[in-house]
């Protein structure tokens, strides 16, 4: 089985990357679980794939709450059989240099970025251990890769899953398990927004987002290539940034 014809939950689906995701897909054939906190988006975006001839459902999911993780897991198993693949790639960034001691912000960003990841891993892998085969992908970031001022929390939040990632793989060779981590660079979404709280910061924030960012859509597309592997093919890394990127 490819893309096609898989059930494949996606977190953070409200907006930018998991709306992209979610979108190509389901243009694909995957049936698509979608959560995220905003539910009318989430509802909007079920609308126009199904009016496209797709398959999708969607329940609110906060992924800093455990059960949320396991009812999106639930919702995909009792609607489509089963669960394939699940694309955790909800996640926050809140900039700053680490002298600021923006207590609050990294709390918020190893709730998000790393509880996050680990609450879907606790929901899907009885899941995927029960069928006999499944698919955990992760978004992570260039920042993890390129460490740069005033992103030091949110990368170490980033390379935090990559190598949650990576042990989880060396733990999980019997065949049942794939996981993939994506790294975008810099991708035109909402994210920047949300990042910066220093209005002039996030206005230059914004404009370089704009003069250099990628579309989300090319980093769906390197989602819909790991997935669409055979199943004896794991793709472990894939870094996807514009081609100017630093
Ligand atoms: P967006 O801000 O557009 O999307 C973030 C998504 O995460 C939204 O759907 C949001 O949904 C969801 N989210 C945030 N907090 C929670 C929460 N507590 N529970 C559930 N969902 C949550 O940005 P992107 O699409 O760019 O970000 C997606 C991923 O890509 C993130 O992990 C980010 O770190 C990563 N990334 C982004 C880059 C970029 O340049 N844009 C670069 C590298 C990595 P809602 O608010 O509705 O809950």
Known sequence: MTVQGK???I????????EATARHLASLGAAVVLGARRTERLDRLVGEIEAAGGE?????VDVTDPDDLHSLVNLGVERFGRLDVLVGNAGISKISPVA???????SAM???????????????????????????VTVVSTSGL????????????????????????????????RTTSISPGYVRTEFVDNAVDDPAAREQAKRNMAE??????????????AIDQPEDVEIGDLTIRPTRQG
């Open 7 to 9: 059930v494949i939950a």
């Open 11 to 18: 977190t953070g689906a409200s907006s930018g990357i998991g």
């Open 56 to 60: 999708a459902v969607a329940t609110r």
């Open 100 to 106: 600021d001691l923006d207590v609050e912000g990294w």
């Open 110 to 136: 190893v709730d998000v970025n790393v509880k996050g990841v680990l609450h879907g891993i606790a929901a899907a892998l009885p899941v995927f251990r029960r069928q006999g085969g499944g698919h955990l």
């Open 146 to 177: 390129k460490i740069v001022p005033t992103q030091a929390v949110y990368a170490g939040t980033k390379n935090a899953v990559r190598t949650l990632l990576e042990g989880l793989r060396q733990e999980s060779t019997d065949g049942v398990l």
């Open 212 to 225: 250099l960012g990628i579309e989300p859509s090319a980093v769906a597309r390197a989602i819909a290539f």
